[in-house]
């Protein structure tokens, strides 16, 4: 793990299409951005799109490239959004039909791939400015939840907003927002602070995905889109057709952290 | 014009509507956010959609309705799009085929609205935070400009990207990035500042649209992706069918100034 963390994306990338580097990517090039992969046929692609317009924070779009074309042009030049991430899933009529390490024998000349931002990117930046992240502190992965907001529908897409949970001290809930903010592409400022129930959590002990962290006395539960959501709508619509990475089986982007912020947009 | 910007969006779109107010909208509804607009049939709807998610600094989308629905549903609820703003322009296969004050005649179900945010916004919290707005002191249209950049292409639509310059003193650079930054939804953050040459402009004083102003000793010409991409651009691509506001007659929103910040999105 600690040789992936220094190695450049592009490389990352050429070590996972000829099969040398299969696990997850958590940790893997450190300070560039990692992203989630949405694929789906160009006749539910402006659906789709409207969608994440529609609800930018749960869904940050990076990239949607052209149809049938594999190369991630502005986050990663060159790459093959075919074989450069580790696992793929690939669903019929929204249901999982197999899992695949590249998509040479699935891929058609329709389907348009989405790139989204993910909260890797602000979670280092939380620790970067002092903030604790709990679920990194404990070796878990964060704990999410299906809210009672529904998501702004769009065409075929719809379904309820899905957040991710940190619990913040006090005093620090403030620069958690401000750090945060600044990544608008990872999902930016929190969109609740405080009160679960105001979003229909009975229990931060028991997410819906995830893993459950422990919360100390003082700490608010500060609440986060979520890019689970986006994943969890396209499959609601039963696409006949769509893929996504396998989770914690991310993108590499040659996107540095520190340019998600507004001036990439 | 004194009463016309303490009168609220709702009330001034009812004007526009009956016919009461015909002309211009700036100076309407102080503190509310005006917006572009664009209309495309649903065909082309998902290239623009993808030209404004790539190009989002000089196309700042605010709202897409549903292809037939006027009703722009999160930025003014209960508004015409048909009907509430003083003017229209209809194009033809490219060509202005006619101004008209409103679309009862020749809107069709396949059509999609796009309102996309306008630096009116900006141009208030500037003055606001005490940074000149000359144009605006100068009782003048702002300098725009063709530069020699393209914005990435999507599908039918392509083109050069078009900046809005204001000359700023030398102390004040500074603020006016932070203020801007502020409205990603109002085109964000200068894409450059000084230099004219570098984005191909060789006469700062012939504006290829809007009017030239004074320029004074120390002062920095500072370039903002400007509203007037996106609809050269459409143009550009000749569709079959279009529909935007006449210039100056822009539509007015419910949304106030100050929520076109991150937040918003």
Known sequence: MLTASKVHPKEMREKIRTGEWQGPTAGCSDGYVQANLVV?????????LLFCQRNPKPCPLLEVTDPGDPEP???APGADLRADLPR?????????????????????????????????????????????????DEG?????????????????FSGPLVVSMRPIPGPLVARSVEVTACFPLAHGAPIHVG???????????????????????????????????????????????????APGHMFLTDLRDDELSHSFM
């Open 195 to 245: 009160e679960p129930e105001a979003l229909g959590i009975t229990d931060l002990g028991r997410p819906h995905f995830g893993d459950a962290v422990s919360i100390r006395s003082g700490e608010i539960p500060v609440f986060w889109a979520c890019g689970v959501t986006p994943q969890a709508v396209a499959m609601h619509a039963k696409p006949e057709f769509m893929i996504t990475h």
């Open 140 to 156: 878990k992965n964060v704990s999410m939840y299906i809210t009672n907001r529904s998501c702004r529908p769009a065409g075929a």
């Open 73 to 75: 042009r502005r986050a």
């Open 88 to 136: 793929y899933r690939v669903y019929r009529e929204g249901a999982l039909e197999q899992e695949v390490t590249d998509l040479l024998q699935v891929w058609r000349e329709d389907l348009v791939a989405f790139l989204l931002g993910c909260s890797f990117t602000f979670d280092v930046a939380l620790q970067r400015a002092g903030v604790p992240v709990r679920h990194l």
């Open 40 to 48: 789906l046929p160009r006749v539910l692609a402006y659906d789709f």
